[in-house]
């Protein structure tokens, strides 16, 4: 994520670009329909050039250096309306879902988001295991529709996961490209259409 803009923006740019549209033709499978005919729409950002909505984000860096904190300072921003940095102009406060497996949420999670200044009231970290036989109830990619669910339960604007690696079955490895896109991918698919902020532990 880079740590600099080069100009402060109005970050309210939520309308999506509509291009014209073309009469599609019958083809046998949807494999074989041409780009020309796929509806294109402009990107929607909730933090220009770092957050899209409906993209996972990837935050990466070395250990220590604060990306907890800079994901709880971004949730707190989508609770209240306050703009992100290097930007300008609010927005309407919206709801936010943590998926937390490293933190606990009376003496960390909680202290956080108070420090910065979040609307806690908009913000809910489920818990992540059955009680009753410990499964993990939003692994991925596994347990994509019960995240979709989630979300549309809460009506959340944002969705932040962390750390990654707690959320992916073993035999995924992480260090391998093909794996890691397996696992994410249908999180950049419909109907996800809210930012996805993964921390990769560092």
């Not at 996961?161 to 079955?169: C, E, K, N, R, Y």
Request: charged share 30%.
């Amino acid at each position: 994520m880079t740590s600099t803009a080069s100009k402060v923006g109005d970050c309210s740019n939520d309308e999506i670009l509509r291009f014209p549209r073309y009469r599609l033709p019958r083809y046998k499978s949807n494999h074989d329909i041409p780009i020309a005919f796929t509806p294109l729409e402009k990107v929607r950002w909730m933090w220009p050039r770092r957050i899209a909505y409906g993209k996972v984000t990837l935050l990466d860096g070395d250990p220590g250096v604060g990306k907890s904190l800079v994901m709880a300072d971004i949730a707190a921003r989508v609770s209240t309306g306050r703009p992100m940095p290097f930007c300008k102009g609010s927005r309407e406060p919206r709801n936010v879902i943590i998926l937390s497996a490293d933190d606990d949420n009376r003496t960390i999670i909680g202290p956080r988001l108070q420090a910065a200044k979040a609307d806690r009231l908009r913000i809910v970290v489920p818990p992540l295991f059955r009680e009753s036989d410990g499964k993990m109830l939003y692994e991925i990619p596994g347990e994509i529709k019960r995240v979709e669910r989630r979300i549309r339960r809460q009506k959340a604007a944002l969705v932040i996961i962390d750390p990654l690696s707690a959320f992916v079955p073993r035999n995924y490895n992480l260090n391998d490209d093909q794996d890691v896109r397996r696992a994410l991918t249908p999180l950049d698919l419909p109907p996800f259409s809210v930012p996805i902020i993964m921390r990769v532990p560092g």
